[in-house]
């Protein structure tokens, strides 16, 4: 089945995805069209029980469609992925309401949200600043959130805030409709176009206790501890698809060139094949971080593997830029100009690079 559903994928990459984005204008517009057909073939479902409506394939499908969906649109893997981490919150925490509730919806892809979990220069679990309070007989969450990928576009907010009753962590599922949450409008930057990113402010936002995740008496520190190892090793898997897509397009541009002087030519012949090198390493690195998901250590391997990967496909890009020569800023590989574009962004995403090395050193003293 897991092998179908990333052949078909790959299809659907090829013959939908990437001539969708050569359209002049079309990386600049939410693809709802795309969104629409990825549902179709169950993909927003695939991480989710078939008791829920979806194909039951857990996590360990998940950096397979990272990396096939990041070789067409890295944009599309950001909301794709955001979906998936949304699922796991409710099979790992929710209470069985929750899931016969939102699981279905999720997995059809009928219903698509945020995750609200990022604050500024707050890049730490112990750092997060909202916080989910008591109020009389009602909850009440106040705080500020940045990055929030599909903001403007959620139909619901997945909200991690500090719990009202002790230190750790709570999560809560709000309409973003609700009176007192603000959300900004698209940021500014550079790549990962299509899907917004948003700042949400939330001012004394009345919250439901049916949709605090679990219940009040849940601590989902650990939850979100092994989730952002999952993250990382998805994060280290889009990054072999974006090399996977440079390479593509930097083999493509040597082939359409047969004329080039016979010096260059060779020069350029080593470096893709130093280039497919650095491709082989991501490939290897992804494998050894999911083999090792199980492991005490999969956390340190999951951060190494993104910092390990992201920093590889730096080079990547700039390989196949020499490749390509100085034209290729001015080329028709719309393709190539994007991936290299937003080859850069991983690094920064997410859990900055700097960052998991940084908690990796305080883990060590």
């Known amino acids: 089945m897991s092998k179908e559903i990333v052949g078909n994928l790959t299809s659907y990459v090829n013959d939908v995805i990437l001539p969708y984005l050569e359209v002049p204008g079309n990386e600049d517009k939410y693809p709802d069209d795309i969104l629409a057909g990825l549902a179709e073939m169950g993909i927003f479902g695939v991480t989710v029980s078939?008791?829920?409506?979806?194909?039951?394939?857990?996590?360990?499908i998940s950096p397979a469609i990272n990396e096939e969906l990041a070789r067409g649109w890295q944009s599309l893997i950001a909301l794709v992925g955001t979906h998936f981490g949304l699922c796991s919150y409710f099979t790992t925490c929710g209470t069985d309401s929750q899931?016969?509730?939102w699981l279905p919806r999720l997995a059809s892809g009928q219903l698509r949200g945020a995750h609200a979990y990022h604050e500024r220069s707050r890049p730490r679990l112990d750092q997060i600043q909202t916080r989910l309070e008591r109020s009389g007989d009602s909850l009440r969450i106040s705080g500020y959130k940045d990055w929030v990928t599909n903001g403007a576009r959620a139909e619901r907010l997945m909200v991690?805030?500090?719990?009202?009753d002790h230190d750790g962590l709570a999560a809560a599922w709000i309409d973003p409709k609700t009176a007192g949450i603000t959300i900004s409008p698209d940021l500014p930057r550079t790549g990962l176009k299509g899907v917004p990113l948003n700042s949400v402010t939330f001012e004394n936002v009345e919250?439901?206790?049916?949709?605090?995740?679990?219940?009040?008496?849940?601590?989902?520190?650990d939850f979100m501890m092994s989730r952002g190892a999952g993250a990382d090793v998805g994060f280290a898997a889009r990054s072999l698809g974006a090399a996977r897509a440079i390479s593509e397009e930097a083999h493509a541009a040597y082939d359409k060139d047969p004329k080039t002087?016979?010096?260059?030519?060779?020069v350029n012949a080593q470096r893709l094949v130093d280039l497919d090198m650095h491709v082989f390493t991501i490939s290897a690195v992804v494998q050894a971080a999911i083999a090792n998901s199980k492991e005490k250590s999969a956390a340190e391997s999951a951060s190494y593997a993104k910092v390990t990967a992201t920093r590889l496909l730096q080079d990547v890009a700039q390989l196949a830029m020499s490749v390509v020569g100085g034209a290729s800023y001015a080329s028709t590989s719309q393709r190539l100009h994007r991936a290299c574009r937003d080859a850069l962004s991983l690094t920064l995403v997410d859990t900055t690079n700097g960052t998991l090395l940084g908690a990796i050193a305080d883990a060590r003293q």
């Open 160 to 164: 991690v805030c500090r719990h009202p």
């Open 50 to 60: 078939e008791n829920f409506g979806g194909m039951g394939l857990g996590p360990a």
């Open 99 to 101: 899931k016969a509730t």
């Open 207 to 221: 919250v439901d206790e049916a949709d605090v995740i679990g219940d009040l008496s849940l601590d989902i520190t």
């Open 261 to 266: 002087v016979e010096s260059r030519r060779f």
